[in-house]
């Protein structure tokens, strides 16, 4: 397994498409409209916009050679709930066919011994109400819940709730 910094048209491809499944799109994105339509920009449109900022890295995480999954990371995320100086906020994303795998758990502190190379010493990241199986990923592995923001996604018929965790790294 290797983690490697988003790099090249094929890697925001494999993002776009990632991101834009329709079986895991309200997972990972916020849907603010009940209507459900979300914007999102081409591959090559976010390719440009990643190559032209600071603030954010994305990384993809290989096995065997293959893309299976992304992480990303926010310095001075505006919409951190404690806006602590060096805080890291994160969001992840893997194929389905991973969900439940252990190559995630280990990708993931993979990705957590970046961010302390980074100069990171805390870690916010929000899961949305409904996603059972990441809010138990995240507290097994030492997260803690500090903020609850309520009716903050729109899925499957409802408006649900933005559980807030952040873990001292």
Not at 5 to 12: L, P, Q, R, T, Y
Not at 81 to 90: L, M, P
Not at 117 to 127: Q, S
Request: net charge negative.
């Amino acid at each position: 397994m290797e983690l490697v910094e988003a790099n090249g048209i094929e890697d925001f491809k494999f993002l776009y498409e990632l991101e834009t499944d329709p079986e895991i799109i309200y997972y990972y994105h916020p849907n603010f409209s009940e209507d459900g339509k979300m914007e999102f920009l081409s591959y090559d449109k976010a390719m440009k916009e990643y190559e032209n900022q600071n603030a954010k890295k994305i990384y993809i995480v290989k096995y065997k050679g293959e893309r299976i999954g992304t992480f990303s990371v926010i310095k001075d995320f505006e919409y951190l709930v404690k806006k602590e100086e060096g805080t890291a906020w994160i969001s992840l994303a893997f194929i389905k066919e991973y969900h439940g795998n252990q190559i995630i758990k280990d990708s993931y502190f993979l990705f957590e011994e970046r961010l302390k190379d980074d100069g990171y010493n805390k870690i916010e990241l929000g899961v949305f109400e409904f996603n059972i199986r990441a809010r138990r990923f995240y507290e097994k592995i030492g997260y803690n819940q500090i903020a609850c923001l309520k009716d903050f996604t729109y899925y499957n018929g409802k408006w649900w709730a933005d559980y807030r965790y952040e873990k001292n790294i």
